[in-house]
């Protein structure tokens, strides 16, 4: 097509009757309701009139020409067309011409700007019969199509052929895959409403009678309300009395519609046996007050799937939506407005689980409780990739699971475990925990996880032998047995001992296991500081360990901040030598209160201190005090002048920057303010003062 032959086809104006038709189509408001694929839900509010769009259309030799009108345009009495569509079905292209700014379009025609109309399959579009004959005639459609989806679906054609030789290779490659995808099983759907969406018992009271019947979702039966607990309420919790499933009680009348979401996954064995397809589903299930109990109204939509090798790794993602902003939807690997990478995996969701075990026939843990490890029909959302790779790379779970080691086995299920904890090749399942048969047994009776395995792996090491008791200890308080062997390693204690101390000082001193063993820890560090021998029971046991730590860490915080307060009054001599000016500045008090300013940096830094805040910390304040920026000063109470009371940072005309007391807190809040006030007058008066005093002296200094 040839932009230049286009334009010198015959011209098409709107028509008298048109222009009428427009004229007399007014618009109204109203507000609709929309659901997109995910499900999400919402209402606009629009202005919509009658008809959106309107079309006239012509054939010369073979292309086929569309005028395009809208209502807005023909209200203007214009009866120049918005846009002009050239289509020539032979060569398979199109174009769209805008006459008002004399520029070409590619975009198909439900991409093109539609000025003052929204939700544009709201609207009804006129077009003559014989117009739309000729549409469908020329396109050969064999249907009565309207002129706009006659138009776009031959377009979209286009468009997708155009994208298929564009991106051959991709498309190939993924439609390769999706060929491979197996058919749902004939009761996915069943299953799903059964199994995911929590239950409903629906009531209608009916007068006269005092319990109305119920009907359950699960079962499907219609029974007596139960009379246990009182009459059916609203959104309480109830059990079915036939098939005892949880559900909640719904009346009829209060709630005429009930819906309820759910992400459900799947995972299938590829046709070519070459992986499996892991595919999720956006489900939705709906009942309406005016269709019965018994009609559910049951959707879902596939929006993701997940190719995993045959050692169920994850190797490809596919989304379904616009591919590459081309209009055309499709299996992509990554849709327009997707916000995930290539790599991102398909999250959680509630597993079909009906399958698993023929799907998964041939691998070592195929024989397990498949239905239970993957909450099949529980309710529970569970990353069905995470635990299929799991299952993989612990292929010995199964004979976990037959061992009764439940706690050990979850502990691998939620990635609580290093993977190296386990000797994976070995042939027995004691082995693989590096544990003999006696330690093994041990395991079992007490349903232990890794901290115990750690516990009997160090006796086998050290000969050490623990209590079972003390082994049900380390399990039930999940103590890190890794750590409390360092510890005990420190003081040449075994471990038996070791635990049995902490224990004690854990009781005496009312703290935490894990608590007690780091302030242990410390005291172990401030003990070899001060040059003790912590292998000596007197040190390592010292039944007063609190006390002592408390004591050694006193001595260590004043040895601290007395060497911080002369770093700053070295630092910052300037504080010391401003003092009396300072003082005699800021000087004031009332009955109750008295401003005290710091006579050197060390004074801040033990406020800060006393204070609990940030004052004396760093040193940004006393820098600024130094350089005269901003002043550190204390507001006390008059009769109790050595406690801390609120710190002030200021400037020298009496502007206050903040005031704070302990832990900036402001007590008194109200009061404080006040008194503030008041200083921050006289302050202002008092540099007044001392500026007149400047001048003053300035000009007699002149005067000489």
Request: glycine fraction near 4%.
């Amino acid at each position: 097509m040839k932009k230049k032959e286009l334009l010198e086809m015959k011209k098409m104006q709107a028509t008298t009757h048109m222009l009428h038709t427009a004229e007399q189509d007014e618009a109204k408001d109203d507000e609709i309701k929309y659901e997109n694929h995910y499900g999400y839900k919402g209402t606009r509010k629009i202005t919509k009139c009658r008809y959106g769009r309107y079309f006239m259309a012509a054939v010369e030799e073979e292309t086929l020409k569309v005028a395009v009108f809208t209502r807005l345009s023909l209200r203007q009495k214009s009866r120049e067309p918005i846009y002009e569509i050239y289509v020539n079905k032979k060569e398979k292209k199109y174009l769209t011409y805008e006459p008002e700014t004399k520029k070409w379009r590619t975009a198909k025609i439900n991409m093109l700007s539609w000025e003052g109309l929204y939700y544009l399959h709201m609207y009804e579009e006129w077009q003559t019969d014989a117009t739309r004959k000729l549409v469908n005639d020329y396109f050969d459609t064999g249907k009565n199509l309207n002129v706009f989806q006659a138009v776009l679906d031959f377009q979209s054609a286009v468009k997708e052929e155009a994208l298929y030789r564009k991106h051959r290779s991709e498309i190939e490659e993924i439609d390769a895959t999706m060929k491979e995808v197996p058919e749902l099983p004939k009761n996915f759907d069943d299953w799903v409403i059964k199994n995911c969406f929590k239950e409903t018992l629906f009531y209608e009271r009916e007068r006269p009678y005092r319990w109305p019947k119920v009907y359950c979702t699960h079962c499907g039966q219609y029974m007596d309300a139960p009379t246990v607990g009182g009459a059916p309420k609203h959104g309480a919790d109830i059990k079915c009395p036939k098939c005892g499933v949880d559900a909640t009680y719904r009346s009829w009348n209060k709630q005429k519609v009930v819906e309820e979401e759910a992400d459900v996954a799947i995972l299938q064995r590829l046709n070519d046996r070459s992986g499996y397809i892991l595919r999720c589903f956006r489900t939705k299930i709906t009942r309406r007050h005016n269709k019965g109990w018994e009609v559910a109204e049951f959707r879902k939509f596939e929006r993701e799937r997940e190719r995993l090798s045959l050692d169920l790794r994850s190797e490809e993602a596919f989304e379904y939506g616009e591919y590459k902003y081309t209009g055309v939807e499709r299996w992509c690997h990554q849709c327009r407005h997707s916000q995930w990478g290539y790599y991102w995996r398909i999250g959680k969701a509630l597993m079909y689980t009906p399958n698993l075990r023929r799907e998964l026939k041939g691998k070592p843990f195929a024989r397990m409780d498949l239905k239970k490890l993957f909450h099949g029909g529980e309710r529970k959302r569970i990353d069905a990739t995470y635990i299929l790779g799991i299952l993989e790379d612990f292929p010995f779970v199964e004979y976990l699971e037959k061992s009764g080691l439940h706690k050990l086995m979850r502990e691998i299920m939620e990635g609580d475990v290093n993977r190296t904890f386990f000797d994976r090749e070995a042939p027995r399942i004691n082995e693989v925990l590096k544990l003999n048969k006696q330690e093994f047994s041990r395991l079992r009776q007490i349903d232990g996880g890794q901290n115990v395995v750690q516990a009997l792996r160090y006796e086998q090491n050290s000969g050490d032998r623990l209590t079972d008791g003390n082994l049900r200890y380390i399990d039930e308080n999940e103590i890190d047995v890794a750590n409390l062997i360092l510890t005990a390693s420190r003081t040449g204690m075994t471990m038996q001992r070791m635990l049995n101390y902490l224990k004690k000082q854990m009781d005496k001193n009312e703290m935490r296991f894990e608590e007690t063993r780091r302030l242990y820890n410390d005291y172990l560090d401030m003990a070899e500081e001060r040059g003790m021998d912590v292998t000596d029971e007197i040190v390592s046991r010292n039944a007063r360990m609190r006390e002592f730590h408390d004591k050694y860490t006193e001595e260590k915080n004043r040895e601290e901040n007395e060497k911080r307060d002369r770093e700053v009054e070295k630092k910052f001599p300037q504080i010391r030598k401003d003092y009396k000016r300072n003082a005699e500045h800021f000087a004031f008090e009332t009955k109750k209160y008295v401003i005290v300013v710091p006579k050197k940096a060390s004074d801040i830094t033990k406020e800060g201190r006393r204070q609990h805040h940030c004052v004396g910390a760093s040193d940004q304040y006393m820098a600024k005090m130094a350089s005269r920026q901003t002043f550190i000063l204390f507001l006390r109470k008059k009769d109790d002048k050595e406690v801390p009371y609120y710190t002030l940072e200021v400037e020298w005309d009496g502007k206050i920057r903040q005031w704070y007391g302990a832990y900036d807190r402001q007590p008194d809040k109200e009061e404080i303010q006040s008194i503030l006030n008041q200083w921050t007058k006289k302050i202002e008066k008092r540099q007044l003062k001392e500026q007149r005093e400047q001048i003053k002296q300035t000009k007699i200094l002149a005067a000489v």
